[in-house]
């Protein structure tokens, strides 16, 4: 069981930056791809980045360049640096959790196990 809790989120001006954390819970959160996802109203839940236990990281084509994810286990702690905010990039931010190592599997939302409760971002123009 892992349980996650995010923070960081606010309201910025285009152009801005947040960082966003997301704080786990669990023995096994150390061997557990992270991924942030976010979602629009109306809208998809959609994978932005995603960090696996190895450290590879992957990211959505619409934030590379600007975002940047990064862990620390011994924190038990994943971080998504977020620069040069656009008002697109405004949604509810989530962090997740799965014990896989699989870009395929990793792509799906549904496959995600463990949620935290989500951090709203809001980039004004």
């Known amino acids: 069981q892992v349980q996650l809790v995010e923070s960081g989120g606010g309201l910025v001006q285009a152009g801005g930056s947040l960082r966003l954390s997301c704080v786990g819970s669990g023995r096994t959160f150390s061997d557990s791809a992270i991924g942030w996802f976010r979602q629009a109203p109306g809208k998809e839940r959609d994978l932005v980045a995603r960090?696996?236990?190895?450290?590879?990281?992957t990211y959505a084509d619409s934030v590379k360049g600007r975002f940047t994810i990064s862990r620390d286990n011994a924190k038990n702690s994943v971080y998504l640096q977020m620069n040069f905010l656009k008002p697109e990039d405004t949604a509810v931010y989530y962090c997740?959790?799965?014990?896989?190592?699989?870009?395929?599997?990793?792509?799906?939302?549904?496959?995600?196990?463990?949620w935290g409760q989500g951090t709203q971002v809001t980039v004004s123009s």
């Open positions: 997740a959790a799965v014990r896989s190592s699989s870009f395929a599997f990793t792509n799906s939302p549904d496959n995600w196990p463990y």
């Open positions: 960090i696996f236990g190895n450290g590879i990281t």
